[in-house]
């Protein structure tokens, strides 16, 4: 009888007469890789970490809901990059309202970063962001945008009915805390619920079409910074995340070239502000001794106190942090049983939070603070120190760095003083006006609820406990209203805008990196959690709020001091795309093979949903199948200026590395390597692309 009744169900769900908590579902991808020449980095504000090449692609990935009947569209995008502007939330909420006239706006449009170090930056318009970068640089919007709208389009626009099934589990050693001092000032009661200083949950959801169950995409969230490749690194990455990713993704689409797959996989981010990839913790670079837990310094120096780990160099490191993200990714999507179930629902606010108040426990309300940037932001992290005499854990302040702060931005009135304390302040950020706004003020929230999954996007880096209290009180909030049967709450990180860091008010006290980045001052994590269930309850009760200040959009203003491409030109007697190095007529699988061409600044077409470079093999006479692209992890795509004339003749090089031993399923046979690039000439400014090509060579087993 109980078999004759499941396969009844079963053939009812077919046939269209029983949902079974099915969803309408679609999935997509989008380039962002940005601008691989001469554009400052998002994520270390270092002025002399200037792309140059690319070590893997990042990309856009779109997971489109709906309830079967079409009802409730809402989208959730994790962006390989360094945080999500508010103008690039703006502008694809603009871009998809003039393709899907009233289907998508900033309500129903969640839009994540998984927080990149060695992505392209310039793409705020807020003058803090863009300082390092020279001001506004148009190649990365254009590029994020883009690709963050061609990603939605795909996913919805291929929709179809699917089942989604949730697991979690913990990634036990990819992970640290970088500010350990910090997470003890919490309390010892509260620190006793959990076993780690960080979050090693993962959680992840299994997207399968239904009634066929062939598998279209997963998610997954994950808190770990995207700083294994280090402030040296200058090749654009996707770092360790963008590495699990795609070997999710190759699992899954084995044929596909990188971003080119039907299946989506994303490695997303969650609440990471103190969580460190660099596993193998910090030491003086100089002595090799232990850094100061404190301050984070060596003999009063933040810059020679670095994290290591867990590889040998950068790469390995990342490659390291990327597998065992997937290693237990892959666990639990095998072993991803239990349905989700239950309603679309998501929820948005626009908040000014300069005016939120927040009620003490004595009773008592305070208003948080125009936003301030404290001295020990100056000092870096121990995944990327900063400079000068600048540390971590600073109350007192410095009287010449005080002034310089008040020159820079400006000068720290007493109220903000108060307010902030006791962060000491370096740039009183919200007091300065010129030229235009220098960080946000206006923020948006947002809960999605996607059945029994609440996704709470954060604008910010949460650390790790501030996470943990946000998933709490969410929760009882959930569990208040009977939605909390097989409920989970997930800090999906870095979302909609960019607010800086969000540490606990014990936390605060300590003043580290974070706490100094903790911009609206002490009391903050206390407003967003206020407004997180506030958010949440008004959703499950079906309740509407008030949409709150629009948040500004000033990209015409916005003022940019990074020279464009004026020209490119190559020496008497040679050609764009020439071959000035060969590859060796026979190599091994170990080798690497290097071959340089004569280029021009990839600027001139950063090549979106194409490559700089190709790997092709000679699958039968005179048939060439392209095997590798500038996507993978086995090459590298080194561009340079060819002598210290720099601008003034316009001659580059572009050097292409194809590491073997770094590339998997390598079939032995005749090989040839190809450059893509586009060249502007000098007074007509006229875009002309151009190829070239090395001699064949010999892979031997």
Known sequence: DKIFIRTYLAILAVIGFVSADEYLVGVG????????????????????????????????????????????PMVFVSVDGGMISQIIKTKVVMELHRLYPGVYNAKNVLLSSTHSHSGAGGFHQYVLFDITSLGFENNTFVSFYSGIVKSIKQAHESKQRAKLFINSGDVPDANINRSPTSYLANPPEERAK????????????????????????????????????????????????????????HKMNPEAMPGKGKFVGSFAQSNLGDVSPRTRGTICIDSGKPCDPLTSTCDGRSETCVGFGPGKNMFQSTKIIGQRQFDKAWELYQGAKEEISGPLQFIHQNVNMTEQKVQLANGTKVQLCLSAMGDSFAAGTTDGAGAFNFEQGNTKGNPFWNIVGGIVAHKTSEATKRCQAPKPVFLATGETKFPYAWQAEIVE?????????????????????????????????VNANGAGKNARVVIAGLSNTYADYITTFEEYQRQRYEAASTIFGPHTLQAYIDQFKYLTDNMLKNRTVPTGPFPPYFVSKLLSFNPGVLFDTHPIGETFGQVLVEPKYVVNMHEIVSVTFVSAEPRNNMRLGGTYLTVEQ?????????????????????????????????????????????TSNVVPGKYRIKHFGTSKQIFTGHLTDFEGMSNTFEVKA
Do not use: C
């Not at 504000?45 to 856009?60: D, E, T, V, Y």
């Not at 949460?462 to 009882?476: D, I, L, N, P, Y």
């Not at 060819?642 to 590491?659: C, F, M, Y």
């Open 29 to 72: 991808i989008g380039d962002v890789t940005g601008p691989a020449s001469k554009t400052e980095m998002m994520g270390y504000a270092n002025p002399k970490q200037i792309s140059a090449g690319i070590h893997i692609r990042l990309f856009a990935r779109a997971f489109a809901f709906a309830n079967v009947d079409g009802s409730n």
């Open 618 to 662: 000679e699958v039968s006479p005179g048939n060439w199948k392209v095997r590798y692209t500038d996507a993978d992890w086995g090459t590298k795509f080194h561009w340079r200026r060819r002598n210290l004339l720099e601008k003034l003749d316009g001659q580059s090089i572009a050097i292409i590395e194809w590491d073997l031993a770094q």
């Open 445 to 477: 929230t947002q809960v999605f609820r996607i059945g029994s999954l609440f996704l709470v996007a954060v604008p910010g880096e949460f650390t790790t406990m501030s996470g943990r209290r946000t998933r709490e009180a969410v929760q009882k909030v």
């Open 194 to 249: 959990y076993k780690f200083n960080t979050d090693k949950l993962m959680t992840l959801v299994r997207i399968d079409a239904s009634p066929s169950g062939k598998p279209i995409g997963m998610i997954n969230w994950y808190a770990v910074h995207g700083t294994s490749m280090n402030n040296t690194n200058h090749l654009l990455s996707g770092d360790n995340k963008g590495w699990a990713e795609q070997l999710f993704e």
